[in-house]
């Protein structure tokens, strides 16, 4: 289940959409105002196989009955949403665009913190995202080091944030992962040098060295509020074209980790990412314009959102790897998707996962299917569109609507908070994969 739909859903009942959420759950990205950091192209083949990754079984296990009250979708105009391929453009275009579509693919080497510490399953909405440009660095760290790394040439990044559930007392535990590209190996080791100068100097007086266990020297934070206590530590490293940032954070509650505790968590999410950081090969500026548009045609058939003022992560289409970063839990998610052979999905107003084939797909819908029961038992079931072949839905009035289906290879989640609109986007959804 994505994390694109609990957070869609968050602010109405149910819960996804990652990083365009302005809900309770931007944790990690308060560090703007406090000064404490919150929390040529690859094809898609080349991210399988890489290190790291975890599993955790996942129940699929379908149900498509309806009550006798169930609500029913009304009639709707299904113009609403368009029910032809997109005519979109061969490329990027435009640098800045590619510089998108670059954070995109880059995000299939980026691990979720999640897979390293399995206790932190929350998602961090505001700190997982694509890094468009330099000057969204200010998402993560204050101040001076988005300059920093304009002057030194980052081209894209992508940044993984995850939490832990707050405990009674109110303590949460965070790690960020984020990488960034650059044009070469060498200009990567100048910008991490400068990199890690500039978050001391926007931390200013309150900030130290630490030496982490593994010989990485590290920023640290730790401040005493009136009420809370919080500590972080974070740092820059260089490997291969990419400059390596992680942030680990323990506020609220009463006994927050250590700073050491800190610098070893830090250290072990630096120990599982660079091996993956090494292989990446970055897009260069010059050709960023020449980056596919639409890899192999999945948005032109997927109800796509408006892309004035949508979040920077909605329209793409990312590697399995990298769509783990939307995922409620990715380790409820890994076995089943896995086996169901999903490579790539695409992120609109709909969600679409491409499986190996027609089973696969099924298993996808089993999966999610399923989840929806786990985290909403108390959401009903309803009978979808009728026209829409082994469509499930859930929900009521006053809270969500949420549908899942598949045609082909392809599994569909949808989710809305009015049953006219879910069923629009089932139905436009539907007639978008005739013939693909």
């Known amino acids: 289940m994505t994390g694109d739909l609990r957070i869609k859903l968050a602010g109405i009942g149910l819960c996804a959409l990652i990083a365009s959420c302005s809900t309770g759950d931007v944790g990690v990205a308060t560090n703007v105002a406090t000064n404490f950091a919150p929390i040529s192209a690859a094809s898609s083949a080349d991210t399988k196989g890489l290190p790291g990754y975890s599993s955790n079984p996942s129940s699929a296990n379908p149900s498509s009955a309806a009550g006798a009250s169930d609500p029913q979708p009304s009639s709707v105009a299904d113009a609403s949403y368009p029910t032809t391929p997109a005519p979109l453009p061969p490329t990027a275009g435009s640098e800045a665009a590619g510089r998108i579509a670059e954070g995109a693919r880059l995000a299939a080497y980026v691990l979720v913190p999640t897979f390293v510490f399995p206790e932190m399953t929350a998602s961090a909405a505001l700190s997982t995202t694509i890094l468009k440009n330099p000057d969204a660095l200010a998402i993560l760290v204050p101040r001076a080091t988005p300059q920093v790394a304009a002057k030194h040439g980052m081209i894209a990044g992508f940044s993984s944030a995850r939490k832990t559930v707050a405990d009674s007392s109110g303590r949460s535990d965070s790690v960020i992962n984020a990488v960034l590209s650059f044009a070469t190996p060498a200009a990567a080791v100048v910008a991490a040098t400068d990199l890690n100068a500039s978050i001391g100097i926007a931390k200013g ?45 323990s506020s609220g509650g009463s006994s927050p980790d250590s700073i050491e505790l800190l610098a070893q968590k830090v250290a072990s999410m630096l120990t599982a990412q660079l091996p993956i950081s090494e292989v990446f090969v970055p897009t260069q500026l010059v050709d960023l314009a020449g980056i596919p548009a639409d890899r192999e045609g999945l948005l032109a058939h997927t109800v796509l959102g408006s892309s004035e003022g949508g979040s920077v992560n909605k329209n793409q289409v990312f590697d399995f790897q990298g769509m783990k970063h939307f995922f409620v839990n990715p380790l409820d998610d890994e076995e089943a998707l896995t086996a169901a052979g999903v490579d790539l999905v695409s992120r609109g107003v709909t969600t679409m996962y491409r499986a190996a084939d027609p089973a696969g797909a099924l298993v996808v819908q089993a999966a999610f299917w399923s989840e929806y029961g786990t985290y909403y038992p108390a959401a009903p079931e309803y009978e979808g569109p009728t026209d829409v072949p082994g469509v499930q839905c859930a929900g009521s009035a006053g809270t969500f609507f949420v549908c899942v289906f598949s045609r082909g290879r392809y599994a569909v989640e949808a989710a809305a908070e009015t049953v006219e609109d879910v069923t629009a986007q089932v139905r436009a959804q539907y007639a978008l994969l005739a013939g693909f």
């Open 205 to 249: 007086a309150d900030s130290a060295d630490v030496v982490l266990l593994n010989g990485f020297n590290a920023a640290v934070t730790a401040r005493v509020a009136a009420e809370a206590t919080s500590k972080s530590v974070d740092v820059f490293v260089a490997r291969g074209s990419v400059v390596n940032y992680v942030w680990a954070s």
